[in-house]
């Protein structure tokens, strides 16, 4: 094995912290940086696809993680008028297949458990805000001017929102898409073992996601410049209005007592051309964030962290060890990123006629027995590429 390396990373979020404990475990000298102050359980419920799930069990965490999320045996969109637009149902893919809905904390908990049977040096309240390269490797900056590294190498994990493709002279073109979702997690089993969706066309959609431990996280699609005139109406007018869309949102709603407790969320594509150079390397959200209506955001990024840290092994310099993590990434990165661009609009956009569209396409389309494999390859997170079958970890 080449190295060890002193690695930094940038970013204590799923990515980072899956890197952290990898790199560690790998015996290199790991520093992780992270701007907030504690590692601590924020965020809203994820869905853990079997992609995501196969890098858990080759962490040996899935039991744990699963001990605390609802097991999902399909995901269900239905109109409001009451009719199904169609089930997803994992098991039909084979036997034993299925997703987990969790909250993010919990996974991230976990990680930061395995990153604590490591070395790592971990620096809270480290925001980086710059690089210096030198022979000796590339030195980090934080916002409070302490220096990190040198670095034989540099993962940078900050997110979709990340500052640092710009400050690290990276290119990237970033979308944001004009709908979003308040959400918000509170005690609630009226939905089990399944994603509900309850759409009216692309224009509203409200979401049950259970989490286990008697969670679950409800969302609400809106176009984000609408949400002040929604706040004017009153919490009394949106709760009856998605009472009208399901009522298993009932007991969420019970929960809620203040708007200040629902969460808006906006999300946004991001691609970048190049993700690395000589010493520094993007994965996670931040290399390739992507709308979260194909579920695939924290799998993507366990799967970018597990071959990040096989590439490493196997290649004789970080710089080769990029380029075949590159290579090996590309097709599967290039199809969801593709798919989830091409297919939120007909979810969540102003354009209505894709909502019709949709309605009238989405229920035929599993008729096809080709067609329903591919989908369900798709949503489990294991879809090679565009011309390729299914992905192994
Ligand atoms: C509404 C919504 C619903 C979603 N639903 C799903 C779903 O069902 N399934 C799914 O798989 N995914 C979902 N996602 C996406 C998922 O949350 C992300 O894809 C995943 O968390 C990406 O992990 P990451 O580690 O790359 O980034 P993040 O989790 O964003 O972590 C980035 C970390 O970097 C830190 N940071 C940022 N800048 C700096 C800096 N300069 N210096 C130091 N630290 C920094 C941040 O504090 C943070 O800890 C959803 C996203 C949204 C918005």
Known sequence: MPGPYRIGIVGSGVAGATSAYLLAREGHRVTLLERAGTLGPVGAGVLLQCSGQEVLRRLGILDSVI??????????????????????????????????????????????????????????????????DSPGGVSLTDQGGRRHGPFDLVVVADGSRSQLRKAFGFRASVHEYA????????????????????????????????????????????????????????????????????????????????????????????????????RIIFIGDAAHAMSPHLGQGINLAMVDAWRLAESLRDAPTPLAAFRAFSRRQREYLRYYATVTYLLSPFFQSDWSILGWGRDLALPWLPVIPWVKRQMLLTVTGQKGGFFQGRMTV
């Not at 036997?95 to 049977?117: D, E, I, K, W």
């Not at 066309?201 to 929604?230: H, I, T």
């Open 179 to 278: 709908h979003g979702t308040l959400w918000i997690t509170a005690p609630c089993v009226a939905v089990q073992r399944e994603l509900l969706q309850v759409v009216r066309g692309n224009a509203k959609m409200l979401g049950m996601l259970p989490l286990g431990d008697g969670l679950c996280s409800m969302y609400w699609g809106l176009p984000v410049v609408e949400f002040p005139r929604l706040k004017a109406q009153g919490l009394a007018s949106l709760k009856a209005e998605i009472l009208r869309f399901s009522p298993e949102a009932a007991g969420v709603l019970d929960f809620v007592c203040d708007f200040e407790q629902l969460l808006l969320t906006s999300y946004r594509h991001v691609s970048m051309r190049r993700r690395h150079d000589d």
């Open 67 to 132: 001990a605390h999320a609802a097991r999902l045996d399909e995901l269900h969109a239905r109109h409001l008028s009451g009719s199904d637009l169609i089930r997803t149902r994992y098991g039909e893919l084979e036997p034993g297949c299925q997703a987990y809905g969790v909250h993010r904390g919990v996974l991230c908990n976990a990680l930061f458990s395995l990153v604590r049977t490591q070395t790592v040096d971990v620096c809270l309240k480290s925001e980086v805000i710059a690089r210096e």
